[in-house]
């Protein structure tokens, strides 16, 4: 196995499981800072929100490693990587910017 599958892999495992925790509702693991201004009725759907964001990006560090695995082209798992990446962060803004008021409010 190559280094880099089994860092993505471990880490990709790690995002997950806090996703799942927020997108069952449990939004601790959310700074505090990131929720200041979510009103209480609005946690649930941003911890939702939040999680979606968190998930698409596990799902493309887990694409990530296992196209690692498959090929020796090391640009093909980094280009997954960084698409999700760029996809997951535009989610997280604009759920932030939506129920925050943005990133820094």
Known sequence: M???AIIVGTVALIIGIY???INRGN????MQYHQNN??????KA???EIARGLFVLCATMALSAMADLL???PLV???ILAAGYIISMIMLVRTQKKYNGGMFS
């Open 2 to 4: 190559k280094l880099y």
């Open 19 to 21: 996703a799942n925790a």
């Open 27 to 30: 939004t601790k693991y959310i």
């Open 38 to 43: 979510v009103g209480e009725a609005d946690r």
């Open 46 to 48: 941003y911890g939702r």
């Open 71 to 73: 090929t020796d082209v």
């Open 77 to 79: 798992p980094l280009s």
